[in-house]
Structures are given as C-alpha cells and as structure tokens.
T-cell receptor
C-alpha cells in the first residue's frame, strides 16, 4: 500500500509555456502533500507544502506566482510551472504524508528548451 | 529553518567493505528519517528514529540516533552492489515537511 503516482514522468516544453504536474495518492487519502525540486547531483529541496482545501505554504525563495499549487482533493495535488524558463529544468518530486511517513512519487523530469 | 549536514558527499567502496554516512544538526531534532535514492529514481523511506540514543537494524543496515538528538548515522555492513545509490537523512518539521541532508552517494565496486 501507500503508492504515489506522478504524471507526466518526463516533459519537454518551450520557454515561456506552462506545465502542469499531477501528484496522486492511489490507495490512501493525503491531506498534506509536499513538492520538492532536485537539481542534478543535489539534494531535494522543499518547495511548498500543499494542504487540501487551503492555500499552499511556500518555502522562502520560491515564487508562489510562478509555481502554482492546487490541492483540490484528498488524493490529488497539482504543480503548475508558469512561464517556464531553462533554469526551471529540474526533477520535481511530490510526496504524500500518511501518518508519520512520507511516500514519494516517481518524479517528473522537466526540461525547458 | 532546520539545516542538516551530511558527510561524506561521495563514498567508493569495494564490495564486502563497510560503509557509514553521518548527519549532523545544530539544533535538536524531533526525529530523523533515512531515505535511499537509486540513480534515476525517487527517495524510498528506510526508517525513522525518534528516541535519544536509538539504534535500529535492518539486516545489514544499522541506524543510530545520537544521545543529544543532533546527529545520526547509517552503517552498512559488507556492502553489496545492490546497495548502490544516494542515502539521505532528513529532519521532520512541525508540519512533517522534510529538510534533507545533502546526501551521500555510494558506489560499490564489484
């Protein structure tokens, strides 16, 4: 149990366009989901905490208008990268909290050309 | 926010040798978690330590939480090629958000 899916797994987009990434908890409900970003050979950096039915909490330095987060249901959170630029190219990973453990999605590799 | 330092950044070992990675925090941690990330994969939860001085074992892996709850270690005995990956420690915040250490990338040479 405790499976988290992410879609798409890989996306290439042009600079200036927007990309939506979905994170789903498949077999449990998650009131809280987290979005992380990981650059090559670096650690995971928390971007924001997504709470079902309320606004996301963003970490310092993360632009809320650029990285739009919506947690419309107990099993789905979405991250939209608006007006993407090449420096936004990264590995985006979500996780869903179940009790004291976090379960990570497989990640989405975003490449902005 | 919390900061967790992790060393070493890289470790190359011969298969059968032992491996240890260390995490340190300047503040007392409520708990610490350990994750393994295979190349190209996502982090997979290994264990959570909560109590001061706690030691937990999973087969060849031994996890320790310091008495002051400011440091932790992961020790692998007799490494195997399947142990290859990056090992992260992570501290849990008030909302259960995780602050990850920088990770230790383990390479096991056959």
């Amino acid at each position: 149990g405790a499976v988290v899916s992410q879609h798409p797994s890989r996306v290439i987009c042009k600079s200036g366009t927007s990309v939506k990434i979905e994170c789903r908890s498949l077999d449990f409900q998650a009131t809280t989901m987290f979005w992380y970003r990981q650059f090559p050979k670096q650690s995971l950096m928390l971007m924001a905490t997504s709470n079902e039915g309320s606004k996301a909490t963003y970490e310092q330095g993360v632009e809320k208008d650029k990285f739009l987060i919506n947690h419309a249901s107990l099993t789905l959170s979405t991250l939209t990268v608006t007006s993407a630029h090449p420096e936004d190219s990264s590995f985006y990973i979500c996780s869903a909290r179940r009790y004291d453990e976090q379960y990570f999605g497989p990640g989405t590799r975003l490449t902005v050309t | 926010g919390q900061q967790v330092m992790q060393i070493p950044q890289y470790q190359h070992v011969q298969e059968g040798e032992d491996f240890t990675t260390y995490c340190n925090s300047s503040t007392t941690l409520s708990n610490i978690q350990w994750y393994k990330q295979r190349p190209g994969g996502h982090p997979v939860f290994l264990i959570q330590l909560v109590k001061s001085g706690e030691v937990k074992k999973q087969k060849r892996l031994t996890f320790q939480f310091g008495e002051a709850k400011k440091n932790s270690s992961l020790h692998i005995t007799a490494t195997q090629t399947t142990d290859v990956g990056t090992y992260f420690c992570a501290a849990s915040g008030s909302a259960r958000q995780l602050t990850f250490g920088s990770g230790t990338q383990l390479t096991v040479l056959p």
